[in-house]
């Protein structure tokens, strides 16, 4: 099974402090660069397509790497950008906004549901990423706000099935009591260099604080 936990930085550190230069970091980091690069490149097409209005496929690509970057509040002006008759004719647009929405609520059932739909070829990439990174950003949530999670509740959280979300915690570090069905997560350890926030650390950071308010 795929690990989920690769947001926790402190297992990535080596003693020294600084991120360990692994293979899997390489091709993480290659991978949201061209990411990253690509989101850059359809910024321009779309700025010099012939009225400021791009493909179906352009729009589509650009709305899904949004929600990748956890940009939301890029994607809703995009989707409000993109004319009615491109929204009408690419049925696949609002189901990916959709998703975008569900994002906004953080309604992880409905997050993972929505991903399981067939996507287009142009679009599938990313949407499997998105499952990826969603999850890793669901189980930092979960890591931070709770000292222990009923195995049905983080099998919500991380859209597998009980068995399977239990199997995953344990095999990252976290402690399952088969008697009470509870996992207490493995606690995330602070970085010892000061960071600067991206958008998606603090959406978690403000998921975190909802989660203790609530």
Known sequence: ????????????????????????????????????????????????APGGVGSPQLYSQLLALYLLHNETCNAKFLWK??????????????????????????????????????????????????VDSTRRMAAEIVARAYSSINEEDLAAFLGMSASEAVQTAVSEGWQYDAQTKFVTPKKIAPPSDPIILSEQQLSVLTDYVSFLEG
């Open 81 to 130: 950008r993109i004319p009615q008759a491109t929204k009408s004719t690419t049925p696949e647009l609002a189901t990916i906004w959709n998703i975008g929405q569900k994002l906004w609520l953080r309604d992880y059932p409905g997050i993972y549901e929505g991903l399981k739909k067939e996507w287009s070829e142009h679009v599938k990439f990313i949407m499997d990423a998105l």
């Open 1 to 48: 099974m795929v690990p989920i936990m690769e947001g926790q930085h402190a297992d990535r550190r080596s003693s020294h402090g600084n991120y360990r230069d692994t293979a899997e970091d390489y091709r993480d980091n290659l991978t949201l660069f061209k990411w990253t690069r690509r989101l850059r490149d359809l910024h321009l097409y779309i700025g010099y």
